[in-house]
């Protein structure tokens, strides 16, 4: 059984918040988001898309990049800088996507607490705008138009209340 | 990561998003969800004049987030969950791509606790 993937918005409404809890020590999973052969492993290998490049350059103003390939010749690549780094419990780096389909570069913050061999990821993104956010929540990889989410997020909601 | 099949939906989901922008229409699709109205149930809590409701209906039922009864009278709205639902799968992408790298992460972890149990030396392979 995995746990539960929470994503929400936050009171900032240019941010996307995501937790994830795993059955893992949180050195382990610290390990597994920064060392570039397993960071491979798991990061974005779905549906034909493999990891070919990743580089990671641990420390506060190293750079990390990463390349994958996916079916039809379609590639996607992003880089960014570390911020600050608190072995093994805390990430601050910027992201940008090669292409990005939103402006600006985003802030990226990951935090690893640890309970009873239990460690739960919160990964907050700040963007430079609501826009670029809401883009980047209707649509994850690719280019695309720019879409309320929580607007429809609102309809639902009423949708799920009036089946309960 | 699978991106192929969102274009064709594309022009859909621009009406149905741009139709969702609207806070009256939001709430006019709230009402729906309880059952089908007609313009003037559905005017009645906006205090909105009917041609004014009658406008945002046209923007719904053009997104196809409503149909209209063919009843000539009350010409009764129902909201079309199939259409909201499209909506609500393109955006269940951005999940569906963190669940699956999450998952992925899950079986690389337990591969690597076993490793460390199987390995009782204290050797640490983390990079410097």
Known sequence: ?164 | MELSGYSATQGQLDATFAALADPTRRAILARLTQGEASVMELAEPFAMTQPAISKHLKVLEKAGLISRGRDAQRRPCRIEAAALKEAAGWLENYRRFWEANFQSLDALLEEMKARKQAEPIDEEERPK
Not at chain 1, 109 to 127: I, K, N, P
């Open chain 1, 1 to 164: 059984m995995s746990h539960k993937l929470t994503i929400t918005t936050t009171d900032n409404d240019r941010e996307i918040l995501m937790t994830r809890s795993f059955d893992a020590p949180r050195e382990l999973v610290f390990e597994a988001m920064t060392v570039p052969d397993l960071v491979k492993r798991w990061l974005g290998a779905q549906n034909g898309w493999s990891m070919d490049v990743c580089e990671i350059d641990l420390k506060v103003g190293g750079t990390y990049r990463y390349l994958w390939r996916g079916p039809n010749g379609n590639s996607m690549g992003m880089r960014g800088v570390y911020r600050e780094i608190v072995r093994p419990e805390r990430i601050v780096n910027t992201e940008v996507f090669d292409d990005a389909w939103y402006p600006g570069e985003a802030v990226e913050t990951v935090v690893l607490v640890e309970r009873e061999g239990t460690t739960t990821l919160s990964s907050t993104v700040l963007y430079q705008s609501k826009e670029a956010r809401d883009g980047v929540l209707a649509s994850p990889m690719e280019s695309g138009v720019a879409a309320s989410y929580d607007n429809l997020a609102e309809v639902l909601e009423s949708m799920r209340v009036e089946k309960a």
